[in-house]
């Protein structure tokens, strides 16, 4: 009861299925709630180009304008395709759904992987790089970094755990004032370049003679830059979530994604690039550009309090996808049932539950390190839209409807641009940790395939189709006794309602207590014949085993119920004050054909 009553005060009370319509999300909600992750990613992307370039130097840093508008017409090209996407699959399209439907099951499966996996290291590494903004601010914390981390996992959860309307209040708030600040910075500081009032770049910015920097190096700058797409796929996970008309909504929502994240992440990179931000030191990017537009005043922090609170939220969008995806794979049996299952509150449950424990394992494991975990990240998501996109060409090209021409390009060229990120990224980083989940995704291929053939075998045995109809059982019904009082009165009394055909079984070990048992029985014993079994080498298991064998060998078709009289103490500490044979009976029974077992709880008191 206690524990019901914390679960009432974290989580709410239950809400009715008829519930789920009022439940779904407005647009400006949803975007809050999708939108986290992506929208966060331009508070770092633009710096992941900075940091490769910078290796050649300070005058490299030139390219990350031109690198970062060829970012930004990729995250256009990729938001034109998914909202195409949407329009094709209104009842949720994300990469698993547009794979299965389009290019097969198993590159379906990896699609599924890859994005399960980057779930969890998403809402892992948001939560790490959230708590590393707080601990570079109060440095007092950094040896609680672990536990503050688990601490703003589980909040999250608890959030999600409430229900998606709620979740989605919660969170909207810290979203939209992130995107105003940074769009009024981005706006401040571009405005004050027309002007000429912004101070000078300490480097040229704009250096002259600057051959190339190598192809290869310039691929890994734009590839790192790529982070900031993570994310966008979200929303056409998450079209159910959508009020009516759901596929509508999302596809606007997704343009307001594409619209919003391109502005912020062109007016950070032309900023860092027109003040000639160098990358390197504790502070970020991010920081380093209000601190030259603004100063140490009160704007700065304003900008530095909603990048960290963001980064802490982005998390929120794998809460909202994970359990959605998960729900899709479960209903296709590659995952346990239980994952297709609604909570009290009408949201995936389990999964929010399951996702909340990987991403506190990772940052155990990890010790809350954002550059550790750092080269596992994007690798799964860059997998995912490269399925996804390579499916959606496959089924403009095989439906050749009006302007399928213009479909294929874009999603065409976003699979091509895609695919040769996630290669770079895979390369790059394979040494540093991306190993790891290049590895895990056949691993859970091959699990789902697992999971699939044990529940297509189960359904086979399950099939009534070809079944004879059986014959007549013949059922004896077993009382298992252990001593003499009400829980064995009471299992008696059960027990001549199941079947004509009761017996009391007794295995002596004490001869002593078998005769006082004897004595008492013609009182107690309800007119129940009582069997007693001699076991000379003191097992309970052996001689009722031998017994049960002995009635189902006479005749196939034999069951024997087994009722077993347990008393449950008051106090769950005293379990461990009496004998567990219950539980070990039932354990020897579970494999048995034809045997069931049956507990007569007898509740004590004290």
Known sequence: MRLYRLKRLFVGSPLPTAQQRHERLGKATA???FASDPLSSVAYA?????????????AALSYSLPIGIGIAALILIVITSYRQTIRAYPQGGGAYIVAKDNLGVLPALIAGAALLIDYVLTVAVSVAAGVAAVTSAVPQLLPYRIGLCLLAVAGIAVANLRGVRESGKIFAAPTYLFVVSILAMAGWGVGGAALGLLPAAPYAAHAPGLEGIGLFLFLRAFS??????????????GVPAFKPPEAHNARIVMAWLGVISVAMFLGITYLAYDLGIVPGGDETVVSKIARRLFGTGVAYFEIQAVTTLILLLAANTSFADFPRLSFFLARDRFIPRQFATQGDRLV??????ILAGLASLLLVVFQGDTHALL?????????????????????????????????VWFSGVGAFVTGTVMLTLAFTKFADGAWIVVCLIPAFVIVFLVVHRHYAEVATQLSLEGMVPPPPLRNTVLVLVGDLHRGVVRAIQYAQTL?????????????????RLEERWGKWGLGVPLIVLTSPYRSLLGPFLDYIDHLQGQDPNHVVTLVLPEFIPARWWQLGLHNQTALLIKGAMLFRKNVIVTDVPYLLRH
């Open 31 to 33: 975007l809050a709630v």
């Open 224 to 237: 790192a830059g790529c982070t900031a797409l993570t994310g966008v796929e979200a929303v056409s996970d």
């Open 348 to 353: 995936f449950s389990n999964g929010i539950v």
């Open 499 to 515: 079947s004509p055909s009761v017996k009391a079984v007794y295995v002596e070990l004490d001869p002593e207590r078998t005769h």
């Open 46 to 58: 633009t710096e992941e180009i900075l940091l490769v370039l910078i290796l050649a130097g300070s």
């Open 375 to 407: 080269p596992l990240y994007a690798v799964g998501v860059f997998i995912s839209f490269t399925v996804s996109q390579s499916g959606m060409v496959r089924r403009w090209f095989h439906l050749k409807e009006e302007g399928w021409w213009w479909r």
